[in-house]
């Protein structure tokens, strides 16, 4: 079986890979050898299979039929209102590239919010020293590809000092049938400096369509960012994506990951804490049902000493779908007095419902406070009946339970209009 | 307003009411009283419609309406509420979000209009107040880290607010001293009213020194062996359960 996969993905997919060795000559002589290296990691892996460990319980079968080519520029208008909810900084990618005409940038002097194609020249030096440097993508097959695909991109720089109260609000659209999409983010966040961003993945019209996402997160001494993922794609769409974030000293990074949409998703974060006294946030509430495989995969290394990491992933499945959840933290030999919690809690609505949950807890230092849990509930009887006693029909109390699981996640997102989105869009998913 | 014939039910094959008759007439308030294990509990929870508990045979009917074929909801939207003798603690969802939907479910169900958040908070907040809790306990989520009276104090506030027509109160007065328990006591009182009728059970006297009752029934063993007027309530509290069980057991 993983034979004929890989040969037909091979010959299906052969015009991506000859794409991305038509481009792999574009931009400077850095950015074509990241290219070339990124077409070499993916070649070298192609698309998983579960006998791949890192994939056991996430099989790719239902996307080999499907031949998918380098996604053409899309629409400026789509038949749904884009998910704004501030009045900050707003970006609308479609298809991997920025919309220069809808990009609204506040005059906030050390702000930078422009597309990465446009940065390679203006930035020059920034993007050089920082693109491909986070991302480690050599076990990323996918996000090898988007490395030797990625046309354009969002670049986000806050200047040393700089903070940004209004937050950044970035909307990723996919359009066609059959693209496969590349979305680049690189954010280097200067000393001191401080932003809120919230990234959001949604899907024009009913294609099949592959997304392979990179965001990647310099966050610089004192920083503080808080930084929230929404993947609100169709449920046709193939979304593997990769988030990752190196903190350096007395930084704060609160990262919140949303997930909602995909036939198949899986994204996975990977945290370099590189400095002493790190805070470090890295939250997820996933929603699946209907036959939705949503995979979370998560990496926290601390290097150094005296950081502390809060890790709590909340999963909601119903119907026949699975999620998946595997966490890792490393800590290093040199990081002594780490203080990392991890926390995974699975609610099943359905008794088809599966969850694969693993922990996986790897400690080289010896002074350190590391605990981890891992729970699989189903909804309470006493609350249901205490809410249905007040009144409250069987199918609303439900809904107020399962959101309150959730809201141990959803309520530390500071930006209320985001909550209340996320809020709605909850409720609407699950039918409630 | 409430009948009760010949109620039979259980919990997991265990039986514990054994045959209950009981008439609750509009504005009446009856105690129960009994020992523990006698059945009082499971009587409140059969009223109120939890699925833990089998009813085998017998009859429960409000108005006429068969209250044994309603949903719990269903029976809150007829009228019947019931105070916990453990309230629930949900953490994650607000007092006020919750009091707000079970209110617009009760008076969605009654044909009323659904009322809005600036009109709501107006409305519960004196209601609040009258029961010695905070304001802020409406920010809070449900029951949780409230204290055992701040609990039992919030089901009476909740029965304020959703203004039932039968309220059946569990064991409300275990773990209250003296000041919670006049303070639960005068919120029901308020609430007394022609129109409104309360089944208070409880395992001692002592509530009854401030919600004063009209009828007074024991139950044992299941069913309630013995009525009376509210001295049976004093008559107990003086000679215990004792020689009533020795009475029944020679019958």
Known sequence: ?432 | MLEIKNLHAGVEGKAILKGVELTVKAGEVHAIMGPNGSGKSTLANVIAGRELYEVSEGSVTLDGADLLAMEPEERAHAGVFMAFQYPVEIPGVSSTYFLRAALNAVRKARGEEEIDAMAFLTHIKEKVKSLGLSPDMLSRSVNEGFSGGEKKRNEIFQMAVLEPRLCVLDETDSGLDIDALKTVADGVNALRSPERSFVVVTHYQRLLNYIVPDHVHIMMGGRLVKSGGKELAFELEEKGYGPLEEELAKA
């Open chain 1, 1 to 432: 079986m993983a034979t004929e996969l890989m040969q037909r993905y091979d010959s299906e997919l052969s015009s991506l890979l000859a794409s991305a060795e038509a481009h792999s000559g574009d931009g400077p002589p850095w950015l074509q050898a990241l290219r070339a290296k990124g077409l070499a990691v993916h070649r070298e892996h192609g698309i998983p299979t579960p006998k791949n460990e890192e994939w056991k319980y996430t099989p790719l079968r239902p996307m080999a039929n499907k031949p998918f080519a380098v996604a053409e520029p899309g629409p400026a208008v789509f038949g749904f209102e884009l998910p704004w909810c501030c009045d900050g900084s707003r970006v609308v990618m479609v298809n991997g590239r920025v919309d220069r005409n809808q990009l609204v940038v506040p005059k906030v002097s050390g702000l930078t919010v422009k597309s990465l194609r446009d940065a390679l020249t203006e930035d020059a030096d920034l993007v050089q020293r920082h693109l491909g440097q986070v991302a480690k993508i050599e076990g990323h097959t996918f996000a090898s590809l988007n490395t030797a695909l990625f046309g354009d991109g969002l670049f986000i720089h806050l200047a040393a000092g700089v903070a940004v109260e209004s937050p950044i609000e970035v909307v990723h659209v996919t359009s066609g049938d059959g693209s496969c999409v590349a979305p680049r983010v690189l954010i280097v966040a200067d000393p001191g400096s401080s932003a809120k961003i919230v990234e959001t993945y949604v899907t024009d019209g009913d294609g099949v369509n592959m997304v392979l996402p990179v965001t990647e997160v310099v966050a610089m001494d004192r920083s503080r960012i808080e930084h929230v993922r929404v993947q609100d794609e169709s449920e046709a769409t193939y979304s593997f994506a990769l988030w990752a974030i190196r903190q350096e000293s007395d930084s704060e990074y609160r990262s919140y990951s949303v997930s909602f949409g995909g036939a198949i998703a899986r994204l996975d974060q990977e945290f370099w804490l590189g400095g002493r006294h790190i805070v470090t946030r890295l939250d997820g509430v996933v929603v699946a049902h209907g036959k939705q495989l949503l995979d979370n995969h998560t990496r926290l290394d601390h290097a150094m000493p005296d950081c502390n990491s809060f890790e709590v992933y909340k999963q909601i499945v119903d119907d026949e779908a699975t999620v998946v959840f595997n966490g890792k933290i490393f800590v290093h030999q040199d990081a002594q007095k780490t203080d990392a919690v991890q926390n995974n809690a699975a609610l099943l609505l359905s008794p088809r419902a599966t969850i694969d949950s693993k922990p996986q807890l790897e400690i080289f230092a010896d002074d350190v406070k590391c605990t981890h849990g891992a729970t699989v509930g189903r909804l309470e009887d006493t609350p249901m009946f205490y809410l249905r006693s007040r009144g409250i029909p069987k199918s609303q109390a439900e809904g107020i339970l399962v959101y309150a699981f959730a809201a141990e996640v959803l309520e530390l997102i500071s930006i209320e209009a985001v909550r209340d989105r996320l809020e709605a869009r909850l409720f609407e998913k699950l039918g409630v």
